[in-house]
């Protein structure tokens, strides 16, 4: 279940927490002004890549169609490592893809 503050939505994913930031509402800095953070985000398409089964990729592909998000591509590497894309509603490219995509994982 994602949870939110002003221009940040945060997921658990496992034991790892995924931060999404709004880069027009974190321009300004941390919520904080006495913690030196730096403002968060991009301007312009990013890319993250999420490690799953070829499986799990199917599931995923089936839950993304259902709710509406098109699959821009869903091909085999040439190593025979299977990879989906699609868009966040920033416009960012996401992909999941086969561990065995990266040499040594």
Request: hydrophobic share 35%.
């Amino acid at each position: 279940m994602p949870g939110s503050r002003t221009g940040t939505s945060f997921y658990r994913v496992g034991r790892t927490i995924l931060l999404i930031f709004d880069p027009d509402a974190t321009i300004r800095g941390g919520s904080n002004p006495r913690l030196p953070v730096p403002a968060h985000g991009a301007h312009g398409p990013g890319h993250l890549c999420f490690a799953a089964s070829r499986d799990e990729i199917g599931h995923w592909r089936a839950r993304l169609e259902a709710a509406g998000h098109p699959i821009e591509a869903d091909f085999d590497w040439p190593n025979g490592a299977r990879s989906i894309y699609f868009r966040d509603p920033a416009g960012n490219s996401i992909e999941i893809a086969e561990p065995g995509l990266w040499p040594g994982a």
